[in-house]
């Protein structure tokens, strides 16, 4: 089996651990029937501990994907988390995945077999100059700040859960980014190298900021609304990083490109489908059934 193949084989159980453990998360205000109070009261739920937990292993797989594939690669790959949340999110909240849902999500993993069959991303400089990385992250904390601006001026809580969606795929972003390098560093110099570098401070960091905002986004809206912004804001960020900063690209060229930017577009416009889909809107828990919750 070839490195491209374990990314591949990586990337995939990566996006499905994100998928369940960003559900399961969301799903700790619901479960717990209002009993969890203030801003830290997700602590004290099992489901938010266990969301976290597979999360984390997803996080894992994602950085063994990253020390044997690029970047543009395996964050195309990942995007196929939102396919994967869409039956995992009606399981636990005990609705029907609409037909138009289930064929947004096919068109998406369409996209995904696209851009990595046909597009064949190729690897970069993992370790570009300091003043790259200094620019690059800068660059992207002013947006997170604009995001965040934005959205305390938002009334309906979709719409917050739309930016603040947008901002946490942003910072996950440059989570890719940071442990594609780290990685990196781990696959040739072991953890001595990793600890002495500076790539593995600004992921500690990053993670901070992306799991903050990504659980601000849970809070604001429904699951259909905060992981679909989030999930699309990731790879096309982490694509233009890894172009950018990395140097990375696809082996085709000339007008193929042309057929590639389409797909990406078309992938957009799938999430974007998916995102604004509203499902069971604003339907209320009916007492002494725990599974008629719906999302807004």
């Not at 999360?55 to 044997?68: D, K, M, R, V």
Request: proline share 3%; hydrophobic share 50%; aromatic share 10%.
């Amino acid at each position: 089996m070839t490195e491209t193949w374990v990314a591949v084989l990586l990337a995939l159980a990566s996006a499905l651990s994100q998928a369940f453990g960003t559900v399961m998360r969301h799903r700790t205000k619901d479960r717990a029937g209002g009993r969890l109070e203030g801003r830290f009261g997700v602590l004290a739920s099992r489901y938010w501990w266990s969301g976290m937990a597979i999360s984390l292993a997803g996080f894992a797989f994602q950085g063994g994907a990253l020390a044997f594939g690029s970047l543009i690669l395996v964050q195309t790959i990942t995007v196929l988390s939102l396919t994967f949340a869409l039956p995992l999110g009606a399981w636990v909240t005990g609705r029907r995945v609409t037909k138009t849902e289930l064929f947004w999500g096919y068109v998406l993993a369409g996209c995904v077999v696209v851009l990595v069959i046909y597009g064949r991303p190729t690897g970069g400089d993992a370790h570009p100059p300091w003043y790259e990385w200094a620019l690059a992250c800068a660059g992207g904390l002013v947006a997170i700040a604009v995001l965040l601006r934005l959205s305390r001026n938002r009334r309906r809580n979709g719409n917050r859960a739309l930016l603040l969606g947008v901002a946490g795929g942003l910072a996950f972003a440059y989570v890719a980014l940071l442990t594609k390098g780290v990685a990196d560093r781990w696959y040739s110099g072991g953890l001595l190298e990793v600890f002495t570098t500076g790539e593995v401070y600004g992921l500690v960091a990053a993670a901070v900021i992306a799991l903050t905002l990504q659980q601000m986004s849970f809070s604001a809206g429904a699951v259909h609304q905060a992981v679909p912004a989030s999930t699309v804001t990731t790879p096309v960020v982490a694509l233009g990083l890894g172009v950018v900063v990395l140097g990375e690209w696809f082996t085709v060229d000339g007008p193929e490109l042309a057929i590639l930017a389409a797909t990406l577009v078309l992938m957009v416009v799938a999430t974007v489908r998916l995102a604004n889909k509203e499902v069971d809107q604003e339907t209320q828990s009916v007492p002494g059934n725990a599974g008629a919750v719906g999302h807004g």
